[in-house]
Nanobody
């Protein structure tokens, strides 16, 4: 059974940066695409970024392109989301998710395993 644990959330001022981590265990990490999603209060969960299992394909929501970077380190069984130039509208609970042999697409139903989330708060 895959387990995902997010960390790195917190409170940051607008314009600041945070780096989220997603620790993966239970299966072979290198065979899984990883995605980051977020959910703000009163809104539906939305795709943020994804990286394919080979680490080659990467996808981003238009709202974060140029500011966020997804990456993975197979040796550490960990995926990352580097978030720069944060805006108040980026505030949400951020979730990582895993999709076996996936491309890192935006389609939430592809992701079978999900973490519990980490809160990101951005003050204006």
């Amino acid at each position: 059974q895959v387990q995902l644990v997010e960390s790195g959330g917190g409170l940051v001022q607008a314009g600041g940066s945070l780096r989220l981590s997603c620790a993966f265990s239970g299966r072979t990490f290198s065979k899984y695409a990883m995605g980051w999603f977020r959910q703000a209060p009163g809104k539906e969960r939305e795709f943020v970024a994804g990286i394919g299992w080979r680490g080659v394909s990467q996808y981003y929501a238009d709202s974060v392109k140029g500011r966020f970077t997804i990456s993975r380190e197979n040796a550490k069984n960990t995926a990352f989301l580097q978030m720069n130039s944060l805006k108040p509208e980026d505030a949400a609970v951020y979730y990582c998710a895993a999709d076996v042999l996936g491309s890192g697409s935006y389609y939430q139903a592809n992701y079978k395993y999900w973490g519990q989330g980490t809160q990101v708060t951005v003050s204006s």
